[in-house]
């Protein structure tokens, strides 16, 4: 079973900051939060990850709770291309990489 | 070009046929992985591979076999294919350093 939960579906409007929250309060303090999002039924593609630290990229910022129990991916400026299947994942950093998928997010941007 | 490709696209086929789904990468990462997707839900691993000599059995393999055949191709069969292995298949590489997956484009398979 995934180990996060996310909501199934958010709307946006285009040109807003679209924040998509995940819960992963069963994470150990080995775990990473990765988010990877799905276009259409294109391949998945990764955004960001992280372990305790704030992070950004050019895609996304990733904010994690201190108790590390949450997690918020914010898109700054969403724009139409960024409707997707947005999935939040936990995964120990070792060798393996078992990624578990759960159902994700639909994020729609509206005009 | 794209980084990871996959053959076919689209396949349609009859129960009991055999059907081999090709995944070939460019950019150079030793790791190589097999996903299922069913409508609505996440991408399941079906077998995953560290070198051409290592193939390991992912979360669902029933009904499933690999070859790696060289770094840059990796190969998915299913031996007598049956209607309820209708998904969508991805092909993924890892990157060690970066620690992320780059996925294929997908291929669409209806087993009738």
């Known amino acids: 079973d995934a180990k996060t939960t996310q909501p199934p579906s958010m709307d946006c409007a285009e040109g807003r900051a679209a924040n998509l929250p995940c819960n992963h309060s069963?994470?150990?303090?080995?775990?990473?939060v990765y988010w990877y999002r799905q276009i259409h039924s294109q391949g998945p593609q990764y955004i960001i990850h992280?372990?305790?630290?704030?992070e950004t990229n050019e895609m996304a910022s990733l904010i994690i709770t201190e108790d590390r129990k949450s997690s918020t991916l914010i898109l700054p400026h969403a724009t139409l291309r960024d409707t997707a299947v947005y999935y939040c994942?936990?995964?120990?950093?070792?060798?393996?990489?078992?990624?578990?998928w759960g159902a994700g997010t639909k994020l729609i941007i509206k005009p | 070009d794209a980084d990871v490709t996959q053959t076919p696209r689209n396949r349609i086929t009859k129960t009991g046929k055999r059907i081999m789904l090709e995944c070939s990468q460019t950019k150079g990462h030793d790791r190589m992985y097999w996903y299922r997707q069913d409508p609505g839900l996440g991408l399941r691993l079906i077998y995953y591979?560290?070198?051409?000599?290592?193939?390991n059995k992912g979360e669902i393999s029933d009904g499933y076999s690999v070859s790696r055949q060289a770094q840059a191709k990796f190969s998915l069969s299913l031996e007598s294919a049956i209607p309820n292995q209708t998904a969508l298949y991805f092909c993924?590489?890892?990157?060690?350093?970066?620690?992320?997956?780059?996925f294929g484009p997908g291929t669409r398979l209806t087993v009738l």
């Open positions: 992280g372990l305790k630290n704030n």
């Open positions: 591979s560290f070198d051409v000599k290592d193939i």
């Open positions: 994942i936990v995964r120990l950093w070792d060798s393996n990489y078992q990624l578990i």
């Open positions: 069963t994470i150990s303090g080995n775990e990473y």
């Open positions: 993924a590489t890892r990157d060690r350093v970066l620690d992320t997956q780059y």
